[in-house]
């Protein structure tokens, strides 16, 4: 009896939810005001150019506004990190440069670029030079396809997401020359392990959003966006992360964003405890500064891609939350992603490079390749109603939890005694 | 033939001839990254945006790092890493053999008929749907292949490294 | 199953760090120099000369250059030079006094010994530790004004020790008067006994104290 009520109301409730499935949102929030400010300023400002630089003008705007708005994210990023890593080991982080320590950034700044330049007598100078300059421009340049509001986005490509990922392959090129240059076998020892681990995380970030991209059936941002818009009753958005498949791949996309971004607990490359500082030993002053912001960028435009593939980009979570610009929510999901980070960073020890490699390999790899395997699947009994709805998220979530377990149990080999391999 | 046209063979071509020339082996590897760069940009210029972040992602992202480490990696000391001049019968070889490369791509480029368009037309624009569905459809066959060469490539790979430890695994 | 250690451990960061706000136990910083920290009492830094009231702290220092400090310090970091006169101390008694009494603190290492064999309760340790100054040498050296500080300040600091002291100080006094009483009221009494008493024990009892008066006391080691 209470099985055929459970059914019922399945059945009723995903006959509405199929109903209401192409819900997009109403004219309302896009004509408002503050959801248009944005594009308003500028074209207050492009107007005053003749039509033909009007163009060239947008594109500096852009270009202008980004780099703005991410170079003062990754100054306070800095003292958030510091001020929350601080909390939570039972100390109040720096508060003595200007109120709660809101000065600190421009404190770091001012001693990083009057810092003695030192560069090896040995080293390859015009490489040393470059491949800081390199690393950050390559991690900027994946900020021009994230669509951060709902016209706001720098270059509307129809391959973005194959255009931010061969922008973040190429930084691994600067990682090498860095290490390289330094003319220094620790920094090349370092500068090869730290390549190695870029390497194997590249895979599982590859793979974590083929998905998405199947799903949506596009490789543009702003169509992928646009795919994960709507609300089930209202309150449950369409959002790829409230899917099996997708939960499994926001979590490995997020695992190797914090691998490719060397952000602990993977940050073996730049520990201190680790050959000095790795390929970083033999720069000082504003070029380690720039190594560091190139960090920040990199982990920031990892989060902001994670917004757009799996949190639904600038779609607000219910309906009636649409009042709040589409600019503000994306910034509340980026903020909210990075101070995961940080979270993680506090509380996980370093990883080892035998872990790590491990990890990538042998867990993150086959899950991913599951996952496809998952989403192919769901893409595949879109068409289930009914009961039939509840038998496909009963599979998917098989499928992702079923793998997981099993291939946990095998990483973690438990107490035992250890044998090493080159002791004899 | 357009400006844009004219820098990017200038970019391609003359990083590749420098990077032959250059005596420091790393310098010659980074300057052949940078001329497939300038392949990539020629894609972009082209209007295959597709063609040429794969290429990014593919030739500057991995393969530059495969020649990197086999460069490395096969080299004892950083004085191996300089090339010495060539002897005389060295470089007459190399004229030859490039002379000869040189007559066989000139004679197809030239026999080639490329049809003249009219120049108000717009270039077509191959969308990403596009492309996945010729390759998958009536270029399918050669992505199997590809994929199967890929995969025993990645096999044997796996197998060269696993076959030197014969023992049991290491700490975890 | 893999996992559970990594949510119980973001679990304990996240309650230190919501902790951290409204708990003290959790953010145990002490915002130097806003908030001085609470010192033990035994916590010793450098020395300080006890004198009795702060009206007259020249006047009633307590020590009384005996000089056995300045010989015990293992660095000989102290100076005394003793008084040609002597002055009534606290206790009405005529006692010399230290005309000179100089500590090196570059030199001094808070080793307490100086306190350990002051017979008189009259040198003891002090908490000060925002000493710091820029001139190496003369700053350092600190003379008798620098070093007196009143019993109060002495009580503000170590009250049990300071109580101890008074206590051992008020009872030695005590006894000191008891004695001189009785040696008082003896040497009273001892006239009218002759005038009461038979002839034989008459000469004897102002034999005895005045045996004692010739006999001289026995040389202080």
Not at chain 1, 18 to 43: G, K, M, Q, V, Y
Not at chain 1, 300 to 326: D, K, N, R, Y
Request: proline share 6%; aromatic share 10%; charged share 15%.
């Amino acid at each position: 009896m209470s099985g055929a009520v459970i059914l019922h109301v399945a059945a009723n409730v995903s006959e509405w939810t199929s109903r209401h499935h192409s819900l997009t949102f109403a004219a309302a929030p896009e004509t408002s005001w503050l959801e248009r400010a944005p594009l308003l300023a500028r074209d207050a400002l492009t107007g005053l150019l003749p039509e033909s630089l009007r163009w060239f003008a947008n594109s500096l705007i852009g270009i202008g506004v980004i780099l703005g708005a991410f170079g003062l994210l990754f100054a306070y990023l800095t003292l958030a990190e510091r001020k929350i890593l601080g909390r939570i080991q039972n100390r109040p982080g720096p508060n003595r440069t200007g109120w709660f320590g809101l000065l600190q950034p421009f404190a770091d700044a001012v001693k990083a670029l009057t810092k003695e330049d030192i560069v090896p007598h040995a080293a390859d100078h015009v490489l040393h030079f470059l491949a800081p300059v390199v690393l950050v421009a390559l991690s900027l340049m994946g900020f021009a396809v994230i669509p951060f509001g709902r016209e706001l986005i720098a270059v509307e490509l129809d391959a973005a997401v194959l255009y931010f990922f061969a922008a973040g392959a190429a930084t691994e090129l600067a990682v090498f020359m860095a290490g390289w240059a330094s003319h220094n076998k620790y920094s090349l020892l370092a500068a090869m392990r730290a390549l190695a681990q870029l390497i194997s995380y590249e895979l599982p970030l590859l793979l974590s959003f083929v998905p998405v991209v199947t799903l949506a059936g596009t490789l543009s941002t702003t169509q992928i966006v646009a795919a994960q818009a709507g609300w089930t009753a209202g309150f449950i958005p369409h959002w790829y992360v409230l899917t099996p498949w997708g939960l499994a791949g926001f979590l490995i996309f997020m695992v190797a964003a914090l691998a490719e971004s060397n952000r602990s607990p993977f940050d073996l490359p730049e520990a201190e405890s680790e050959l000095i500082a790795g390929h970083l030993t033999e720069y000082s002053g504003f070029k380690y500064a720039l190594f560091f912001m190139a960090e920040y960028f990199g982990m920031c435009a990892l989060s902001a891609m994670a917004v757009t593939l799996f949190l639904g980009g600038w779609q607000a979570p219910c309906a009636f939350l649409e009042w709040i610009p589409s600019y503000a929510w994306f910034a509340i999901k980026l903020l909210t992603l990075l101070l995961g980070f940080i979270w993680i960073r506090a509380t996980l020890p370093r990883l080892r490079m035998d872990q790590l490699t491990r990890l990538a390999w042998k867990f993150l790899v086959p899950l991913a390749l599951i996952n496809l395997g998952n989403a192919a699947f769901w893409s595949l009994t879109a068409s289930w109603t009914g009961p039939l709805q509840l038998a496909r998220w009963a599979i998917a979530l098989l499928v992702v939890i079923g793998p997981f377990v099993v291939l946990g149990r095998t990483l973690s080999t438990g107490v035992g005694p250890r044998t090493y391999r080159y002791a004899t | 033939m357009n400006l844009t046209l004219a820098i990017i063979s200038v970019l391609i071509l003359g990083s590749a001839a420098v990077a032959v020339s250059l005596r420091n082996l790393i310098h010659s590897a980074l300057l052949l990254i940078a001329s497939w760069a300038g392949v990539a940009v020629f894609y972009l210029w082209a209007g295959a945006e597709f063609v040429a972040f794969a290429q990014l992602l593919v030739y500057v992202g991995a393969i530059s790092m495969i020649v990197l480490f086999a460069v490395l990696l096969t080299r004892h000391s950083r004085s191996e890493l300089t090339v010495a001049a060539p002897a005389l019968s060295r470089a007459i070889a190399a004229i030859l053999a490039g002379g000869a490369v040189f007559c066989v791509l000139a004679s197809a480029v030239l026999k080639t008929d490329f049809a003249a368009r009219p120049a108000a037309a717009v270039p077509p624009t191959i969308t990403v749907r596009e492309l996945g569905t010729q390759l998958m459809l009536s270029h399918s066959a050669a992505v199997l292949v590809v994929g199967v060469l890929l995969t025993v490539a990645l096999l044997g790979a796996i197998v060269l490294a696993a076959s030197d430890d014969s023992k049991k695994g290491d700490a975890p | 199953m893999l996992g559970t250690g990594l949510l119980q451990g973001l679990a304990v960061t996240a309650k230190n760090f919501v902790g951290s706000f409204h708990d003290p136990a959790r953010l145990t910083t002490l915002e130097y120099p806003e908030v001085k920290p609470k010192l033990p009492e035994a916590y010793r830094n450098f020395p300080f000369l006890v004198s009795e009231n702060a009206t007259d702290p020249m006047g009633t220092l307590r020590c009384v250059a005996c000089q056995i400090c300045e010989k015990e310090c293992p660095p000989q970091c102290i100076y005394i030079e003793k008084s040609k006169d002597k002055k009534p101390d606290a206790n009405g008694k005529a006692q010399i006094y230290p005309a000179i009494f100089d500590i090196d603190t570059s030199v001094c290492m808070s080793c307490q010994i100086c306190v350990e064999v002051c017979p008189f309760d009259a040198i003891k340790m002090d908490h000060v530790f925002e000493i710091a100054t820029s001139d190496r040498f003369s700053a350092l050296l600190l003379d008798r004004e620098q070093l007196a500080k009143s019993n109060e300040y002495y009580h503000s600091i170590r009250p049990t020790e300071a109580a101890e002291v008074d206590a051992r100080l008020a009872a030695e006094r005590k006894a000191a008067e008891e004695k001189a009483k009785a040696a008082a009221a003896a040497k009273a009494a001892a006239p009218v006994k002759p005038a009461t008493l038979s002839a034989p024990p008459a000469p004897k009892s102002p034999a005895a104290p005045s045996a004692e008066a010739q006999n001289p006391p026995p040389p202080v080691a």
